[in-house]
């Protein structure tokens, strides 16, 4: 359910046109949600996050050419960066929703997120169940491909340690 994740999200997240949006109707209908730990400084991150916004990019234009199709995914980037024009500039590179810089901290939704899940190092993609805001799958960059449809490049990354 919409409210359980809202309740991990907050009440509003950043579209890639850079609107704010109810969290509740942006991950409503979702089977997955995935939260991308992730930040602008971090080398691993940007190999990783364009691979993940082709297979993302990919899965929707897959989902949409298939009407007997079941599987939307919603990916969700949580920053570990700390000005907001750095967020603002790698946000932009997203094709996904993202919490709001100040809710980030703010809020601490990023460091209740990181703690919840223990979140080590970045980049991260943690799977949650889309109805139940349940983890499904704390390995969610080494097996991202098992939950994107469509095709795209899969390559691999290693990955940051954050504090």
């Given at each position: 359910m919409a409210s359980q994740l809202e309740q991990l999200v907050g009440p509003t997240l950043v579209n890639?046109?850079?609107?704010?949006?109810p969290s509740s109707e942006a991950l409503q209908g979702k089977k997955y949600v995935m939260l991308y730990f992730s930040a602008h400084w971090c080398p691993p991150c940007r190999r990783f996050t364009p691979l993940l916004a082709a297979a993302y990019t990919a899965h929707k234009k897959h989902i949409?050419?298939?009407?007997?199709s079941e599987g939307e995914i919603e990916v969700i980037f949580i920053s570990s960066d700390s000005v907001q024009s750095e967020y603002d500039n790698y946000r932009g590179s997203m094709p996904w929703l993202s919490v709001p810089f100040s809710?980030?901290?703010k809020l601490r939704i990023?460091?209740?997120l990181a703690g919840k899940f223990s979140v080590r190092g970045i980049p991260d993609l943690i799977v949650l169940?889309?109805?139940t805001g349940e983890v499904v799958?704390?390995?969610g960059r080494g097996e991202y491909v098992n939950y994107f449809k469509g095709e795209y490049d899969a390559g691999s990354s290693s990955g940051c340690v954050v504090s």
């Open positions: 890639n046109k850079g609107e704010e949006v949409s050419d298939d009407e007997n809710n980030l901290h990023k460091d209740e169940d889309g109805s799958n704390r390995n």
